[in-house]
């Protein structure tokens, strides 16, 4: 991107917390907030304020198969990014005092996540629809795994992760590739790589029923249906399926919910393709008394997508709506860096920008048909917090007592 003026540098390590060990579940996010205490030769403030004189800023995120850690600076700061970057990779201090007091944090940041029916509810729907597989677990871990998790534990999980094999960089800017390349091969010169977590798919059965009791003013309600992988051919339909369900303003459960029947504020789908499963998940908050409509209006757009299908004006608008939006989004050297390392740690290859917007294109109604017939035919994981019991919650049909 010769013309910006700003670089984004980011290094993605292909390691989430469906790679962990259940006894240390967590490790890869509390991994993440160490890196930010110091390294062998800076301190955390020496980082942050090398960072802040950039007028740039550096962060970073856990997700279930990955780790992402970036910075935005300034070209002419790029040499400094690089160094920091690299530094907080491969060098982190790991200092035991700096484990107890981040422990607190994310202790209180769990802690944060309980007290918000709106985040819980998506916890639940995940360790509902994957029981007993790590795609199921809260990525931060829980309150017992990291109380107890060590300082070695963590340095064991660095050691063995955060090596060659499991680290992308990438960048977008005004920026020459081969001494990117260069740059990163010196700073990265050990020949022994490591290796990439194996994984292995859920097969258990989802839980289709999860109700957690609160004393709060609206009932939080998220469904789920198992998708697939992110390797799958039908991921460009299972995606233009979901817009034309709830991810925009013009979605039929958007205009149903809100703007016909005021049943919700937020009500929104949304989709997640991981290795080898995925997941279709609709959220919506509203009072008790409306629950039942609100599941019944849900139901039968369902019902009505997965028998008669979407209209050609639907598609249009839907697909329109997935070319503007990668065009404008990746304007930015942040967006255009974060999908070039996000490609390579998942899929291994990066889909050139005119190629994707022809695979959205070509999506028809007969595949949106097809991708329906696959995911929602299945009745959904229904997962719900608020002033409700269990038998208040009940998917419309459902065969279950």
Same mark, same amino acid.
């Given at each position: 991107?010769?013309?910006?003026?700003?670089?984004?540098?980011?290094?993605?390590?292909?390691?989430?917390?469906?790679?962990?060990?259940?006894?240390?579940?967590?490790?890869? !996010?509390?991994?993440?907030?160490?890196?930010?205490?110091?390294?062998? =030769?800076?301190?955390?403030?020496?980082?942050? %304020?090398?960072?802040?004189?950039?007028?740039?800023?550096?962060?970073?995120?856990?997700? @279930?198969?990955?780790?992402?850690?970036?910075?935005?600076?300034?070209?002419?700061?790029?040499? /400094?990014?690089?160094?920091?970057?690299?530094?907080?990779? =491969?060098?982190?201090?790991?200092?035991?005092?700096?484990?107890?007091? %981040?422990?607190?944090?994310?202790?209180?940041?769990?802690?944060?996540?309980?007290?918000?029916?709106?985040?819980?509810?998506?916890?639940?729907?995940?360790?509902?629809?994957?029981?007993?597989?790590?795609?199921?677990?809260?990525?931060?871990?829980?309150?017992?795994?990291?109380?107890?998790?060590?300082?070695?534990?963590?340095?064991?999980? !660095?050691?063995?992760?955060?090596?060659?094999?499991?680290?992308?960089?990438?960048?977008?800017?005004?920026?020459?590739?081969?001494?990117?390349?260069?740059?990163?091969?010196?700073?990265?010169?050990?020949?022994?790589?490591?290796?990439?977590?194996?994984?292995?798919?859920?097969?258990?059965?989802?839980?289709?029923?999860?109700?957690?009791?609160? @004393?709060?003013?609206?009932?939080?309600?998220?469904?789920?249906?198992?998708?697939?992988?992110?390797?799958?051919?039908?991921?460009?339909?299972?995606?233009?399926?979901?817009?034309?369900?709830?991810?925009?303003?013009?979605? #039929?459960?958007?205009?149903?919910?809100?703007?016909?029947?005021?049943?919700?504020?937020?009500?929104?789908?949304?989709?997640?393709?991981?290795?080898?499963?995925?997941?279709? =998940?609709?959220?919506?908050?509203?009072?008790?008394? @409306?629950?039942?409509?609100?599941?019944?209006?849900?139901?039968?757009?369902?019902?009505?997508?997965?028998?008669?299908?979407?209209?050609? !004006?639907?598609?249009?608008?839907? @697909?329109?709506?997935?070319?503007?939006?990668?065009?404008?989004? /990746?304007?930015?050297?942040?967006?255009?860096?974060? #999908?070039?390392?996000?490609?390579?740690?998942? #899929?291994?290859?990066?889909?050139?920008?005119?190629?994707?917007?022809?695979?959205?294109?070509?999506?028809?109604?007969?595949?949106?048909?097809?991708?329906?017939?696959?995911?929602? %035919?299945? %009745?959904?994981?229904?997962?719900?917090?608020?002033?409700?019991?269990?038998?208040?919650?009940?998917?419309?049909?459902? =065969?279950?007592?």
């Amino acid at each position: 991107m010769p013309a910006a003026r700003s670089i984004a540098l980011g290094c993605w390590v292909a390691v989430g917390n469906r790679d962990e060990p259940e006894s240390v579940a967590g490790a890869s !996010h509390f991994c993440e907030h160490l890196l930010f205490k110091g390294t062998a =030769s800076r301190s955390a403030r020496e980082i942050a %304020e090398l960072v802040d004189a950039t007028g740039g800023d550096m962060n970073a995120y856990t997700t @279930k198969e990955y780790t992402a850690f970036y910075l935005r600076v300034p070209a002419s700061d790029f040499p /400094l990014a690089l160094d920091i970057l690299c530094d907080v990779i =491969s060098s982190p201090a790991l200092r035991e005092n700096d484990v107890e007091s %981040e422990r607190d944090v994310i202790l209180e940041e769990l802690h944060l996540q309980l007290d918000e029916p709106d985040d819980l509810v998506h916890t639940e729907l995940s360790a509902a629809l994957f029981p007993g597989h790590a795609l199921g677990w809260e990525i931060l871990g829980t309150a017992d795994t990291i109380g107890s998790m060590s300082a070695d534990a963590i340095r064991s999980f !660095h050691a063995e992760w955060y090596r060659p094999a499991n680290l992308v960089f990438a960048a977008a800017g005004p920026i020459e590739h081969g001494a990117f390349v260069a740059a990163i091969a010196a700073a990265f010169p050990s020949s022994d790589g490591g290796q990439a977590p194996e994984r292995v798919a859920p097969i258990t059965p989802p839980v289709l029923h999860r109700v957690v009791p609160r @004393k709060v003013e609206s009932v939080h309600v998220a469904l789920g249906w198992r998708a697939f992988g992110h390797h799958d051919p039908d991921r460009h339909a299972l995606a233009v399926l979901n817009q034309i369900l709830g991810a925009g303003m013009s979605s #039929r459960l958007f205009q149903e919910i809100r703007e016909e029947r005021g049943l919700a504020y937020s009500v929104f789908s949304s989709v997640a393709t991981y290795e080898d499963a995925g997941v279709l =998940s609709i959220y919506a908050g509203t009072a008790k008394a @409306k629950v039942r409509e609100l599941l019944d209006v849900v139901r039968d757009q369902i019902a009505e997508i997965s028998s008669t299908g979407v209209t050609d !004006h639907e598609l249009r608008v839907a @697909k329109g709506a997935f070319a503007g939006s990668t065009v404008i989004n /990746l304007e930015d050297t942040g967006n255009r860096m974060a #999908r070039l390392a996000t490609s390579i740690t998942l #899929r291994n290859m990066v889909t050139p920008i005119d190629a994707y917007l022809r695979a959205i294109d070509a999506v028809d109604r007969p595949a949106l048909v097809r991708v329906a017939a696959r995911v929602l %035919e299945a %009745e959904p994981t229904l997962a719900a917090v608020g002033p409700v019991r269990d038998r208040d919650i009940r998917w419309p049909g459902a =065969s279950r007592p």
